[in-house]
C-alpha cells in the first residue's frame, strides 16, 4: 500500500494519537460536507508513546470501541504516519512519463533520497504541478516512511475491524483541513499562516505559505501535563483527572493555581516555537495564526496566544460551514472540533 494510497468513498478518518483514537465520517452533497458520525476515545497510558504504537491490541481494541461508539457503519478507513517518521522531497521528473513509468524510474533512483533499504520502506508519489524552472518537467512528492510505522497502523485498523485503504502523512491531513477552513475567505488568513497544534504530549507548529506546509517542529509539550498536575494536587487517578479536567467539579483554588499557570506555559510554548521558526528563516512575523489539538479548547487561551504574538489567533473549526447529522450531538462536535483537524484532514481523503 502507498503512503498516500488511491482514492476510494467513503473513508472514515482514524486519527491515532498519544492519547486517544478519533474517528470521523463525511459525506458531500454538491459543495457541502456534513458530519454523519464521530467519536473520541481514550486510549489506555502508553499504548502509544510519542505517536509509536507500543501495545497494537490495546490499541485495535480502542479502535473498534470507537467505531461502536460512532455508530458509524463504514468499514474503509484512512489513517496517517507522524510527520517524524516520513521522509518527504520534492523532485523533478520528465513531464511525458505515464504514472507507471514515474513508478518505475522512482524505484531505481529512490536510493538517492531515502537512506534505508527499499524493502524495508512503503514509497509513494504524487505528482504536482509543470515545474518553474523547466517547462518539460513536472515537480513529483515523494514520501517515504519505514514499513513498520506503516505496518503497525494497518494492523491497528484491522485489529478494530476495519480495512485500511490509505495510509497518508499527518502533516498533509492538516494542510486537508486547513485549506478547507480558509477556502471561506482566503485573504482573511494572509499569505502565511501558523498552525500550533497542542495535544496530549506534543505541540507542533506547522507554517504554511500559501496552505502549503514549508516547516515543522515538533517539542514534548502538551495537556498531560495539567491532568499530572491535577491528579498530583488533588489526589486523583489519571482517568478521574482526565475526567475532571473536560467536565469541572474541581475545587475553587483550581483556576487561578492550576489553570491558569497551565495557560501561561501554553503560551509561552507557543511564541517560543515562533521564535524559533523566525530565528531560523528569512521572515520575522506570520499572517495569522490557527490554534489546534485538545488544549485549544480550554476558554481564554486563543486570546492570551493573541495578546502575547500581537497575530490574530482563531481557534480551529474545520466543521464550521458543516451540517451535522441527527445522531452527532453538534455541542460536543463544536468543543472537539479543533482535537478532530488530522481526522478530518483524512475523512476528506474520501473526495479526492
Do not use: W
Not at 163 to 169: C, G, L, R, S, T
Not at 191 to 217: C, H, K, P, Q, W
Not at 249 to 257: A, Q
Amino acid at each position: 500500500m502507498g503512503l498516500f494510497g488511491r482514492k476510494k468513498t467513503p473513508l472514515l478518518g482514524v486519527d491515532i494519537s498519544s492519547t486517544s483514537i478519533k474517528i470521523l465520517e463525511l459525506s458531500k452533497s454538491g459543495s457541502r460536507y456534513r458530519v454523519e458520525s464521530y467519536a473520541v476515545e481514550p486510549l489506555p497510558p502508553n499504548s502509544v508513546v510519542e505517536k509509536n504504537i507500543a501495545e497494537v491490541d490495546l490499541v485495535g481494541e480502542a479502535i473498534a470501541r470507537a467505531v461502536k461508539k460512532s455508530g458509524s457503519r463504514v468499514k474503509t478507513a484512512a489513517c496517517a504516519v507522524a510527520g517524524g517518521a516520513v521522509i518527504t522531497k520534492v523532485i523533478t521528473m520528465p513531464a511525458h512519463l505515464t504514472e507507471d513509468e514515474m513508478e518505475s524510474q522512482i524505484q531505481v533512483e529512490a536510493d538517492q533520497y531515502i537512506p534505508y533499504p527499499l524493502e524495508e520502506i512503503n514509497l509513494d508519489f504524487e505528482v504536482l504541478h509543470a515545474s518553474e524552472t523547466e517547462p518539460d518537467k513536472v515537480d513529483v512528492l515523494l514520501a517515504a516512511s519505514r514499513s513498520d510505522n506503516v505496518d503497525v497502523r494497518v494492523a491497528a485498523l484491522e485489529l478494530g475491524s476495519l480495512q485500511p485503504k490509505v495510509v497518508d502523512v499527518e502533516a498533509f491531513a492538516l494542510e486537508n483541513s486547513v485549506g478547507l477552513i480558509a477556502r471561506e475567505d482566503p485573504g482573511d488568513y494572509g499569505t502565511l499562516l501558523a498552525v500550533a497544534d497542542i495535544g496530549a504530549t506534543m505541540t507542533t507548529l506547522s507554517i504554511m505559505e500559501d496552505f502549503n506546509i514549508i516547516y515543522t517542529r515538533e517539542q514534548m509539550f502538551g495537556g498531560r501535563q495539567l491532568t499530572e498536575e491535577i491528579m498530583r494536587r488533588y489526589g486523583l487517578s489519571y482517568e478521574e483527572a482526565g475526567l475532571a479536567k473536560r467536565q469541572g467539579g474541581l475545587p475553587d483554588n483550581y483556576e487561578p493555581e492550576v489553570l491558569q499557570p497551565f495557560k501561561f506555559s501554553m503560551v509561552q510554548e507557543v511564541n517560543r516555537a515562533l521564535q524559533f521558526f523566525f530565528s531560523s528563516s528569512k521572515y520575522g512575523a506570520v499572517d495569522s495564526i490557527i490554534l489546534a489539538g485538545g488544549c485549544a479548547s480550554i476558554p481564554g487561551v486563543a486570546e492570551m496566544i493573541q495578546e502575547k504574538t500581537g497575530t490574530t489567533v482563531r481557534t480551529a473549526n474545520p466543521f464550521a460551514n458543516m451540517s451535522v447529522a441527527s445522531g452527532v450531538r453538534a455541542e460536543s462536535l463544536a468543543n472537539d472540533a479543533p482535537a478532530l483537524m488530522i481526522a478530518c484532514g483524512l475523512a476528506l481523503r474520501s473526495f479526492d
